[in-house]
C-alpha cells in the first residue's frame, strides 16, 4: 500500500525544486532541464511502430532454404 507524503515533505520537495529552477535561471539565463526527457522503453513488449521501422529486426543473416531433392 502506498502511503501519502505529508504536507511538510511536499512543501519541501516543492522548495527544493523551486530554489533548483532559480539557480539554473541565474547560471544559463533560462531553464535548461525543462527539455522532455526520453523513457527508455522496454523491447520485451510489442511495439508495432518500432516493427514497422525495421522490418528486418530479427532477421539474422543467415539465408536457410530448403531445396527439394
Do not use: C, W
Not at 502511503?3 to 512543501?11: G, P, T, W
Not at 518500432?50 to 531433392?69: H, T
Amino acid at each position: 500500500m502506498n502511503k501519502k507524503k505529508s504536507a511538510v515533505a511536499i512543501d519541501a520537495l516543492n522548495a527544493a525544486k523551486r530554489k533548483s529552477r532559480e539557480e539554473e535561471i541565474m547560471l544559463h539565463g533560462k531553464l535548461i532541464s525543462t527539455r522532455p526527457t526520453k523513457i527508455q522503453k522496454s523491447k520485451k513488449i510489442y511495439d508495432r511502430n518500432r516493427d514497422r521501422k525495421n522490418p528486418n529486426r530479427y532477421d539474422d543473416g543467415s539465408d536457410f532454404f530448403m531445396l527439394a531433392v
